[in-house]
């Protein structure tokens, strides 16, 4: 019998574990759903079921109620509510930033690093959107020539910002005020995610910097970051430039990152065919595309990295964890 519980099932990131879920069948009997008191009673149908919301509190985890819970109800609620969950014999998969750098915390990209899930003792991090679809290309790169640096520009999709990101671009599209952004998003790019930090850059660019590191294995990875906020509803886009030890052969590069589970190569200039958020909107997988040489230093790199934050950023990569937690405790059985 397993049990598991989602935390901020009404939110966006929650609303879309319950849509991977269905989709992936998973082996779980029972499902409890938890959100604000604003949501309380509230009813979601799910799995041909109709659930009521129930409100979150220091109780909701006791006598071991739960063998899994999602949390994705922002890092004071994790903060809060994970460490009662875990007291309680349930294994928590978060989704906010609370406990990602914390050192007994696995922070994990199912095509990277799922190894590291052995190492748990409780908790697991999701790693933040950004960084999940930009590890899994980063990675093939360094095993196949060796990272020396990487520079991230980021275009992220106004749904990183939860319900009230994409309230505030309808907003301002239609000339209302700005809620949720500092400024109007619509026609607008802001060059600030989240707060900004004494050494001049923003908690979601260090972010971005301090989880690859973590992720790869290589702490003294140089890295730099912009991340920018545009006028997208949904999919994060990257240009990602990365500076190699060793030479590569262009067209073999591109074969080799297309062989790599959780990626899609669209690279056809010629043909107009590259990544763009409106394709990738809904899928699973990491797209890549103007994949090129930099001929500013011996061997660099720069390409075009697209994926739906929501789900692969978040969601889709939580649920995988799940999967992997259940099959490996299955063969303990
Ligand atoms: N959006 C993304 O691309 C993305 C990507 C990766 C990680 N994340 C992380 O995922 C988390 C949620 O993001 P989101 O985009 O889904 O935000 P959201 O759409 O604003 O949803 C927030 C969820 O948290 C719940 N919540 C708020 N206060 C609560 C409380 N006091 N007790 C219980 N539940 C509470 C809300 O419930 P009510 O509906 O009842 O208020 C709602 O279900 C954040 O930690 C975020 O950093 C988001």
Redesign the pocket.
Known sequence: MIRCAI????????STFLKVIEEKKLPIDEFVL???S??KGKIIHFLDKDYIVEE?NENSFDNNRFDYALF????N?SLKYAPIAVKNGCIVID???AYRMNEDVPLVVKEVNKNMLIKHKGIIS?P??STIQAVIPLKILNDLYCIKRVIFSTYQAV??????GINDLNNTLTGKKANKFPYPIANNCLPHIDIFLENGYTKEEMKIIEETRKILNLPNLNITATAVRVPVKNCHCESINVELENDFDILDLKQQLNKIEGIVVHDMPEKQIYPIPTFVDGKDDVFIGRIRRDYSVKSGINFWCVAD??RK??ATNAVQILEELIKRNSHLD
Do not use: Q, R
């Open positions: 935390v901020g099932a009404t939110g966006l990131v929650g938890l959100a604000s604003k949501s979150l994705s109800a922002g890092s609620i989704n906010s930033s999701n933040n959107c749904s990183g910002a939860g319900i009230n934050n929501i950023g978040a």
